[in-house]
């Protein structure tokens, strides 16, 4: 088995928030007769990290380390393995080390949020969260509000279409995606627009989404940089004037709300609302905690759902016959003009196989970290002593053909549940697992099952083939190497709106 050390640098991303990879130190035991694991040696030539974590457990087996200087990991790379780790999750599970983030926060006395908080308070913080947000039928309330800026992608995408040579034509799909992601999320956690599908976005929104990227591309340099060199390098600088941007924003949103709760509460009016509201009444939290939270509920949600959806997008528009059987099951279930309600998508199991399946060929968060903090652990017969960090390798584990036959098939009915035998439910858990799985599932999945059945129902999805081979890149989130463009060719006519 090959010795040496790889650059965790070129493997993760260190600003994700999801993964936390920058942590810990592992040490590892053999048991007797378990033989040792494998360190993984070389560098990947390419940003390609997540089709390498294929070829490495070709080369090593399904758990090996990999590390750079402090920086070590125990990957593990098998279905069997990662139901293991999970099953033995702790009470307070934890992703490593989130000092990157947390500095800024201490340094302007913000309260943590989901992310960045560990232990015992990050356990309280979530379950205030965790109501209205989690279980499916709290999604439900926000239909109409998501419905809404689903009207307006829509509107976006007719009008980029006309402004295209043929036609029919939307260029950098990615982008637009974004901007619907940011309009949703924010419409939901600060019950109000913010004008990022509006053809001219407002000058402050563009603020915030300029220094929401200044802040992940900033990450990676400051990381790696010694913290002497903060002074005289301006690096630093930017990246806290960009966490300044992204607070300034938010806050003065969530001001706004408590400005105007409060007044309801002066005037003795019923006080009435969605998240914002309910978490700004809600005693269990502070307005540290609101203002922590919601900034980092926001920096979860958008390239998440946005780049989902180009995936699933992308897919389709290569696959006329799983198109077809969606728009199929969309028009059945959602006649004439009507919109879908969030309860309509019940009906609409192939709409949600897609988006499962999606996920699975393109897990958006293809590694995930642990960190057992407590106690011990054995795992695969290996003995960890605590503070050992773990790699999950989603994106491997997603492709594998034991559990995935014909893997690199787009498939969405293996996920259906017609009597057939279901995928082990660990070969893809993109939202994570347990109590510290994704908050925002439900709200991601209302987002992007209501905007595919509409697109789907007024357009057929065509590949623009100048774009060539579309790879996926991992830069935190799996995202398309390339800008993307596809035809929405349409099916009826506008005023299906
Ligand atoms: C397709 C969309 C999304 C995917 C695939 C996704 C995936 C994930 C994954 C894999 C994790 C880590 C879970 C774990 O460690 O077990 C996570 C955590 C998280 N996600 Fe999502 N996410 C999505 C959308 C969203 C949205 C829309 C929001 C906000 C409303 C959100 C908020 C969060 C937060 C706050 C956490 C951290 C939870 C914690 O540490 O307690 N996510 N997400």
Redesign the pocket.
């Known amino acids: 088995m090959a010795v040496g050390v790889y650059s965790l640098a070129s493997r993760f991303s260190e600003g994700c928030p ?1 993964c936390g990879p920058f942590s810990g130190v592992f040490s590892s035991r053999k048991r007797r007769g378990s033989g040792s694991v494998p360190v993984k040696a070389g560098y990947p030539s390419r940003w390609t990290p997540q089709r390498s974590l294929i070829s490495d457990k070709q080369l090593y087996g399904p758990m090996y380390k990999v590390g750079m200087g402090r920086f070590n990991s125990i990957a593990l790379n098998s279905v069997e393995l990662l139901e293991e780790l999970l099953r033995k999750d702790e009470k307070f599970p934890s ?1 490593g080390d989130m000092s990157l983030w947390t500095e800024y926060r201490d340094l302007r006395g913000i309260g943590y ?3 960045t908080e560990e232990g015992e308070k ?1 356990y309280k913080l ?1 379950t205030v969260l965790n109501k209205r ?1 989690l279980h499916p039928k709290d999604s439900v309330q926000y239909g109409d509000v998501v419905n809404e800026v689903v009207s307006d992608l829509i509107k976006r995408i007719y009008h980029l279409r006309r402004l295209s040579p043929s036609g029919d034509l939307v260029t950098n799909l990615s982008n637009e995606l974004y901007r619907f992601s940011l309009e949703g ?1 924010s419409s939901i956690l600060f019950e109000t627009r913010i004008g990022c599908l509006e053809e001219e976005i407002p000058v402050e929104t563009q603020d915030f989404i300029d220094s929401i990227a200044q802040m992940f591309s900033y990450s990676m340099p400051v990381a790696m940089l010694p913290k002497w060199s903060r002074n005289i390098l301006p690096i630093y600088r930017r990246y806290i004037d960009s966490w300044e941007g992204i607070f300034k924003f938010s806050g003065k949103l969530i001001d706004m709300k408590m400005e105007a709760i409060q007044k309801r509460v002066d005037t003795d009016q019923d006080v009435e609302g969605e998240y914002l509201t309910y978490l700004l009444s809600n005693t269990k939290m502070t307005n540290k905690e609101v203002y922590g939270s919601i900034a ?2 926001l920096l ?2 958008v390239d ?2 946005s780049n ?1 959806m180009m995936w699933a997008m992308h897919l389709l528009s290569r696959d006329p016959n799983v198109q077809d059987t969606l728009y199929q099951e969309v028009s059945h279930c959602i006649p004439g003009d009507k919109i879908p309600s969030a309860q309509d998508v019940n009906r609409m199991p192939y709409l949600k196989a897609v988006i499962k399946e999606t ?1 699975r060929m393109y897990p ?2 293809p590694m ?1 970290a642990r960190i057992m903090v407590e106690n011990d652990i054995t795992i695969g017969g290996h003995f960890f002593t605590k503070k050992t960090s773990f790699t999950m390798c989603h994106y491997a584990i997603s492709q594998d053909e034991k559990t995935f036959p014909e893997p690199s098939k787009f498939k969405p009915e293996r996920w259906l549940r017609d009597g057939r035998v279901r995928p082990n439910p660990f070969g893809s858990i ?5 109590v ?6 439900r ?2 999945e209302l987002e ?1 099952y209501l905007a595919l059945a509409r697109i789907i129902k007024l357009f057929e999805i065509r590949p623009d083939p100048s774009i060539g081979e579309v790879k996926a890149l991992n830069r935190t989130v799996l995202v398309a190497d390339r800008q993307v463009n596809l035809h929405f060719v349409e099916r009826t006519n506008e005023a299906a709106l």
């Open positions: 999801i992703r949020g989901p992310f990050w979530r947000m999320i980092e509920l979860a949600g998440t759902t989902t996920l958006v968060v995930n993109p939202f994570g697992f347990g510290r799985g994704c908050v925002g599932r709200i991601a992007m």
